[in-house]
């Protein structure tokens, strides 16, 4: 058997090789990082206990670790490409992102790593967004994009090649696995040159800016990296003083004592010089850096309770800044609990279930047949609840790992600089989506369903309470 390299170690070494050539390329990146790691410093410093808690988990030195990145694609076979790419690294495609629907003509997914150990070793993702043609409804341009996503190849050969041996192998050796990140990197290069000409270029902006960034270039270029921050309203507030214009307002839910599913906001999308293949000279903006903090998973009926609650404060709060929408969105979700202890009774959040020290003292007694000290608790009337409630169970909440098809959208809008957000008339098409993929995207709630049964399970068996 030859030895090969986890999946685990070429994402963390590729999204490590991404983060050096972003840098390098986008200036304003950098100085973004660095706000964020200033701003991370001053809040560990400020909060003993949260640093200690990280600690425990390992989680310190991978907080400067960029979280996920994001690209486009134009044709199913260049997503079909990706699955394979991404899959050497042990990321598969996880959720479905309508997007058309908020005026973005895209669906997308999530390539991400799935089970705990690999999250936990690098829990790097891509949002991956494929281009609707469809939607266009001019035909004549419509034809014309298509011919050109045809003729273009986003893989190097040498990329294709180590795909193939990683397919037929199992996996890569050391060896290749280094020049699979190499070659991998260059199909999310940025390039200064476009493949069509001004005329072409401005036909399709006209249509929409997503579809010019799409369809002008040799391939999908990375167009952010996210990095975790510990106070994302904190680096909001700064960014202007470190000479980054932020978007208009922060995504998705308000700051909470427990914190829910995903908070983000970026810098906007830079002008960049580009040469035409006309020789013509021009710019073209697409690339800029976001940042994201995360709070717990929501199960379908948490998830429904926040939708509702956020396109309440979305139509309140139209046109505000941020410290006022923030506001708005505080009032509108005093309604969700914030509290650990109801929002699992009320089965809004998904939970991590773990036996404490006194649990673990139960199981032992257990095992060894000798519950006498256990003979007080009629045991047929211990359920979960009274095992926590008994303190021999702890519940952690379980981390959201994926995305938010609104606040995604709006990210997306504040760097189209289109005044444009009506929906395109297109109904989402999962199936079209699955298609071209080539594969079923994996369903995210399923996967944290199943997380916190196991544990579930695993408690309770443990305590000897599996039988009723
Ligand atoms: C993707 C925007 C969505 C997120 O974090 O929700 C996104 C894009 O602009 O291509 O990255
Ligand atoms: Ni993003």
């Known amino acids: 058997m030859p030895s090969f390299l986890s999946p685990d170690a070429i994402r963390d070494r590729f999204s490590r090789a991404m983060s050096a050539m972003y840098q390098a390329e986008v200036p304003q990146y950098g100085t973004l990082l660095e706000l964020v790691e200033t701003v991370n410093r001053e809040t560990l410093e400020g909060d003993p206990e949260l640093a200690a808690r990280l600690e425990a988990h390992d989680d310190l030195a991978r907080l400067g670790v960029e979280r996920h990145g994001a690209i486009r694609v134009g044709t199913a076979a260049e997503l079909a490409g990706l699955r394979r790419l991404f899959a050497v690294m042990g990321m598969q495609p996880v959720g479905y992102y309508d997007l058309a629907a908020a005026g973005v003509p895209v669906h997308s997914t999530a390539f991400r790593p799935v089970d705990d150990a690999a999250l936990a070793r690098n829990p790097f993702r891509v949002f991956t967004s494929l281009l609707r043609l469809e939607l266009i409804e001019d035909t004549q341009l419509r ?188 009032d509108v979700f005093t309604a969700f609990p914030d509290d650990a202890a109801q929002l699992r009774r009320h089965g809004l959040a998904y939970f991590d279930y773990r036996l404490t020290p006194a649990g673990e003292a139960v199981r032992e ?15 047929a009337t211990v359920d979960l609840e009274a095992a926590i409630a008994r303190g021999w169970v702890s519940a952690q909440p379980i981390t959201y790992e994926d995305f938010l098809p609104v606040s995604a959208a709006g990210i997306f809008q504040s760097n189209l600089g289109d005044a444009r957000s009506d929906g395109y008339a297109g109904h989402a098409n999962r199936d079209d989506f699955e298609q071209a993929l080539g594969a079923e995207v994996i369903d995210e709630l399923a996967l944290y369903a199943r997380r916190e049964a196991a544990s579930r399970q695993r408690v309770m068996h443990a305590l000897g309470l599996d039988a009723q």
């Open 365 to 379: 007694a257990t095992e060894s047949g000798e519950r006498a000290d256990l003979a007080v608790v009629d045991l």
């Open 143 to 330: 034809e014309r994009a298509a011919d050109i996503l045809a003729s273009r190849q986003i893989f190097t050969p040498e990329a294709l090649a180590l795909i193939e041996r990683h397919e037929a192998q199992g996996g890569l050796s050391e060896e290749d696995a280094e020049r699979f990140v190499a070659a991998a990197l260059e199909t999310f290069r940025w390039h200064r040159e476009a493949t069509v000409d001004w005329p072409t270029y401005c036909a399709l902006h006209d249509q929409h800016r997503l579809i010019a960034d799409v369809v002008c270039f040799r391939g999908p270029h990375i167009n952010h990296l996210t990095p975790r921050t510990l106070d994302i309203d904190a680096v909001q507030r700064r960014m202007p003083q470190a000479g980054i214009a932020p978007k208009a307002v922060i995504e998705g839910p308000p700051r909470r004592a427990c914190p829910i599913l995903l908070r983000q906001t970026s810098f906007k999308a830079l002008e960049e010089e580009i040469r035409f293949a006309d020789r013509q000279q021009g710019s073209h903006s697409a690339r800029f850096g976001e940042i994201e903090q995360r709070g717990m998973a929501l199960t379908p009926a948490g998830r429904e309770r926040y939708d509702r609650l956020l396109a309440t404060a979305r139509e309140r709060s139209q046109g505000l800044d941020n410290a006022a929408h923030q506001q708005v969105l505080d």
